[in-house]
């Protein structure tokens, strides 16, 4: 069964990092565009990072720029989320999606409802607080 496995949620003082890891099984992780999304409680789901897999080009959503990073390791299969300087606005559950289809704007990956994901992941709770 091809699914994806997140890890690495927990809670954090502000400031703090957090690595959230994404695992792929039954499929390559490297031949798929990845997307890091989240949700806050009463929020809409909002696109935070998204790699593109054909040339590895992201897109970083602006209230996350300069903190969060993606990348991959291929022979673990898995593609990580650091968060560092975290804010309590970070606070919600976060997935990690994979998809085969090719984009020709990254930012589309993160900010479009029609761009179709393969596969989500279970979701990792991640809540910033002092």
């Known amino acids: 069964q091809s699914q994806l496995v997140e890890s690495g949620g927990g809670s954090v003082q502000p400031g703090g990092s957090l690595r959230l890891s994404c695992t792929a099984s039954?499929?390559?992780?490297?031949?798929?565009?990845i997307g890091w999304f989240r949700q806050a409680p009463g929020k809409e789901r909002e696109g935070v990072l998204c790699?593109?897999?054909?040339?590895?080009?992201?897109y970083v959503e602006d209230s996350v720029k300069g903190r969060f990073t993606i990348s991959r390791d291929n022979a673990k299969n898995t593609v990580y989320l650091q968060m560092n300087s975290l804010e309590p606005e970070d606070t919600a559950v976060y997935y990690c999606?994979?998809?085969?289809?090719?984009?020709?704007?990254?930012?589309?990956?993160?900010?479009?409802?029609?761009?179709?994901?393969?596969?989500w992941g279970q979701g990792t709770q991640v809540t910033v607080s002092s």
């Open positions: 999606a994979a998809s085969p289809r090719d984009v020709s704007a990254v930012e589309y990956m993160c900010k479009a409802r029609s761009y179709e994901y393969d596969y």
């Open positions: 039954g499929f390559r992780l490297e031949y798929y565009s």
């Open positions: 790699l593109r897999s054909r040339d590895v080009r992201t």
